[in-house]
């Protein structure tokens, strides 16, 4: 080793190749504003960044020491002037907490049906190997008579919205040993969509979704491990878990890590929401650079996903009222006192689900996920929502389709006032009382079905039997359901000639309810910022951004909308997209045209000058005056383009991928 001769400086253009396009970006704000979360300063932004992958998994000698490993290689990394980030699961501060009884705990342990799977290996005299690797951990023979929770956690170092669940995990691993089982730690992936927002690395978010799935599903599988506690925190995360613990179907559960706390600066709330505006103002004059940078480093500045109701936040409301997590998980913020107390009772949950047998299947019916879409309609979630509660209907094999959302979204009226169509954050809902007074408004009032069982091991109705009511308390996070913002949901299910299988809206009414104008059509989400810039957008065109469906990628268009909105354009324009949105993005936004343009859906076909209707009363999204002559001629000299990943998991992703109106499952049956 004393043989590598050390190079004092860094030639950027060489160095930061990749991790510049973020940095230095102008555009990048929200990239920006998570490394500054992650105790970054200006003058890490200059400086190369090393992403340091370990292996880590707690159950297994060959690798639960991978963790002190990467810590070193980080501290190496960083004293060589360049920023480490690692991937893995690294070791926590040992605190303990008071645990908190919420569900019934029992003493003994029966062995079946605790043991099923992990008596496979530790029992079985054939598994010598297996049950020397047990030992190799530090387990002792008392130990291989427990049962074995797998408790998987999307930490990552290089994101603000999960550098704190590897401590969630460990409380967790406390409660469950100190409830007489075997807890043991690993990880699934997670990336960033706030980081990789608007560059080509966002073409993996969605298919990260599909990697956590398979990781958690794989290793649970493998390792024979009896129940699974996962920790997710990041908008991929949620439904990624969620599939893979319907895969298993073994005792389950959901711990969300928490969303982070709104601050003040210079008199004013700033969130990361408002970052993805900030190059639209500043191009418009509204702002300067050195203003762009000030309010960009104070947008995301601890631990936590995204707190207004954007994607994240609304699948954690979604598994809630599913059942799968314990009450108020999704509302308790990343770093309130009562995250840790939630992460200590999860030990006697965990228990109780396995002694009772109670699995996911058990919890997740067409009845539970219909709370689920009721909950999302009345909140005003996130358009993904839809994509991820049809994914999760169809790996539980339960019948729902994407028009099963619509009589729902008529029937719910819109109640929650929160970002980015409101005025608060999630930390706000928590401060009334938590989700669960949200739910129980719902519930009194007939919206949900309460006869539906949940992690407590009791039905959704017994768990909001003691929560104060709405009408009680004196606040506008929730508006009451006879006078709600909107009388039916601002989720909407849009058809016609230029979606026959659907697409999905979110408006919230301020934008109005019809928008018609000539089409301004762009083959690509960067196409259309480059062309922003030159001023090819004007009032009252429908900007059609399209190649950018599931076998693409999917990826998220928050800085067209930001950028729209930055510009004062958002009020005027509408867009439509075969690509999706992020839980930020407002305005007149269609999203999920179905089928995307890569497969020959008619948005391919749509030229700049067409006459696009989007009729959100109507529930039709239409291209007009283009006889179907004229659309038969542009079908007939239509040619597919090449795919935009190349190579790859994205590669693979996009030989499966099925239609967003399916979910954009990758294992369906033909």
């Not at 054939?126 to 929770?149: A, C, H, T, W």
């Not at 969630?168 to 990880?187: D, E, P, T, Y």
């Not at 000030?294 to 207004?308: L, N, R």
């Not at 309130?336 to 009772?345: A, G, I, L, R, S």
């Amino acid at each position: 080793m004393d043989s590598l001769e050390d190079i004092e400086d860094f030639p950027t253009d060489q160095c930061r190749q990749y991790s510049s396009r973020l940095a230095d970006d102008v555009r990048q704000n929200t990239s920006q504003s998570f490394f500054y979360g992650i105790g970054m300063d200006e003058g890490d932004l200059k400086k190369p960044f090393v992403g340091i992958s370990s292996c880590w998994i707690e159950g297994n000698p060959c690798n639960n020491h991978l963790d002190q490993l990467a810590l070193w290689i980080k501290q190496s990394v960083q004293q060589k002037g360049m920023n480490g980030l690692r991937d893995l699961f690294k070791s926590g501060q040992n605190i303990l907490c008071k645990t908190m009884a919420l569900v019934e705990d029992i003493e003994d342990f029966p062995t079946d049906p605790c043991r099923q799977y992990s008596s496979k290996m530790t029992e079985d005299e054939r598994q010598n190997m297996s049950q020397s690797f047990f030992y190799g951990i530090g387990m002792k023979e008392d130990d291989l008579k427990k049962p074995f929770v797998g408790i998987s956690s999307c930490w990552i170092e290089g994101n603000p919205c999960n550098n704190h669940l590897d401590q969630l995990a460990l409380w967790i691993k406390q409660s469950v040993q100190q409830k007489g089982m075997n807890g043991l730690r690993f990880n699934a992936i997670s990336i960033s969509d706030a980081i990789s927002m608007g560059t080509e690395g966002m073409r993996y978010s969605l298919l990260s979704r599909e990697i956590i799935a398979d990781s958690v599903e794989t290793v649970t599988e493998c390792l024979h491990y009896d129940a699974n506690i996962s920790i997710p925190n990041c908008d991929k995360n949620m439904p990624g878990v969620l599939i893979a613990q319907i895969r298993i179907n073994r005792p389950s559960m959901v711990v969300y890590g928490g969303s982070m706390l709104v601050k003040e600066h210079k008199g004013q709330i700033r969130d990361i929401g408002q970052a993805s505006e900030l190059y639209g103002q500043m191009v418009a004059g509204l702002i300067t650079n050195e203003e762009r940078i000030e309010i960009t480093k104070h947008s995301s500045d601890c631990s936590g996903s995204c707190p207004g109701l954007y994607t994240a936040n609304t699948m954690a409301v979604a598994i809630e009222a599913m059942g799968m997590c314990l009450p108020n998980s999704s509302s308790i913020p990343a770093l309130d006192k009562q995250k840790q107390e939630e992460c200590f009772k999860v030990g006697t949950a965990i228990k109780h689900l396995l002694i009772k047998n109670i699995k996911p299947l058990d919890i997740i019916t067409k009845k539970s996920l219909e709370n689920a879409i009721s909950a999302v309609c009345a909140i005003g979630g996130s358009t993904n929502a839809v994509m991820h509660i049809l994914a999760v209907a169809h790996t539980g094999n339960i019948q729902l389709e994407i028009q099963d959302f619509q009589p729902i979204s008529d029937r719910v009226p819109y109640i929650g006032n929160l970002k980015p169509s409101g005025k608060y954050f999630m930390p706000d809902l928590h401060g009334i009382g938590g989700t669960s007074v949200f739910l129980k408004h719902l519930l009194d009032n007939g919206y949900l079905h309460g006869d539906c069982l949940t992690v407590t091991g009791k039905t959704l109705v017994q768990n909001l039997e003691k929560v104060e009511s709405l009408e009680n308390l004196r606040q506008d996070v929730i508006f009451h359901v006879s006078q709600p913002k909107k009388t039916k949901s601002n989720l909407k299910i849009l058809h016609g000639n230029l979606a026959p299988e659907g697409s999905v809206a979110k408006i919230s009414g301020k934008e109005g309810h019809f928008f018609k104008g000539p089409a301004i059509v762009f083959d690509s989400e960067q196409d259309m910022l480059d062309s922003f810039k030159d001023d090819k957008i004007q009032k009252g065109m429908v900007v059609v951004i399209r190649y950018e469906g599931p076998k693409n990628g999917m990826p998220e268009m928050l800085y067209p909308t930001g950028a729209l909105v930055g510009a004062n354009l958002s009020q005027h324009c509408a867009l439509v997209t075969d690509g999706r949105f992020s839980g930020a993005s407002h305005g007149f936004i269609i999203g999920h045209v179905s089928p995307e343009a890569f497969n020959g859906g008619p948005i391919a076909l749509v030229q700049t000058g067409d006459l696009i209707t989007i009729d959100v009363d109507n529930l039709r999204l239409e291209m007009e005056e283009v006889s179907e002559t004229e659309m038969e001629r542009r079908r007939g000299s239509w040619t597919r383009p090449p795919l935009k990943c190349k190579h790859g998991s994205l590669r693979k992703f996009a030989r499966v991928v099925q239609s967003a109106s399916k979910g954009c499952i990758t294992d369906y049956e033909y």
